[in-house]
């Protein structure tokens, strides 16, 4: 048997990858996941349902962000860091389901934060079954978070308030951080 993630990075197309590999579609998929090269696209028709969500938001930010490059599809080395590349910044996609508290009153978003990327973009479902529909979207510097393990972000914390940000105000807010970064001030 041939290496499915070498065939897949040389034709980009899953099912071939699976064909030539001769492996079974779920032991290939498996392969393919923890490897991190999938495209977006491939996570959206064959992930799970957290895969699904994480490559829809891959996707919208792509769509709001259009001068990115998606680390995955044009960096043929796996980079499991971040996802988009801007400008010489550094950018993990984040999505995160709206979890109800266990006493019920109070509802919040999760995230894992670890890694060396210079933002964490997270696209929060508004409200409970709405996932990616008019989502919260935060633009979170790496500077802000102290303990890079998990973020809780509640309706009305700190989190939400100091760093929402409408869809359109993604590419130029990064494109400002980039000019930072290449007069090294960022």
């Not at 001068?67 to 010489?88: H, I, R, S």
Request: charged content about 25%; proline content about 4%; some cysteine.
């Amino acid at each position: 048997m041939v290496d499915v993630v070498k065939i897949y990075l040389e034709t980009g197309d899953f099912h071939e990858a699976v064909r030539q590999s001769g492996l079974p579609t779920h032991i290939a998929h498996l392969k393919l996941i923890k490897s991190g090269c999938l495209k977006i696209q491939d996570k959206i028709q064959y992930g799970s349902r957290t895969a699904k969500l994480g490559g829809m938001a891959e996707e919208l930010f792509q769509k709001y962000v259009p001068d990115a490059t998606d680390a995955n599809k044009y960096f043929k080395k796996n980079n499991p860091v971040y996802d988009f590349w801007l400008d010489g910044l550094t950018i993990d996609v984040k999505y995160s389901s709206l979890y109800k508290r266990k006493n019920g009153n109070s509802h919040h978003w999760q995230l894992r934060t670890k890694g060396n990327q210079d933002f964490i973009v997270a696209f929060l479902e508004r409200e409970s079954g709405s996932e990616l529909e008019e989502p919260n979207i935060l633009l979170i510097p790496m500077q802000f978070i102290e303990e890079q393990k998990e973020l809780h972000i509640s309706q009305s914390g700190r989190w939400i308030n100091d760093f929402q940000v409408e869809p359109e105000e993604l590419q130029p807010l990064l494109k400002d951080y980039a000019l930072l970064r290449k007069n090294g001030l960022f």
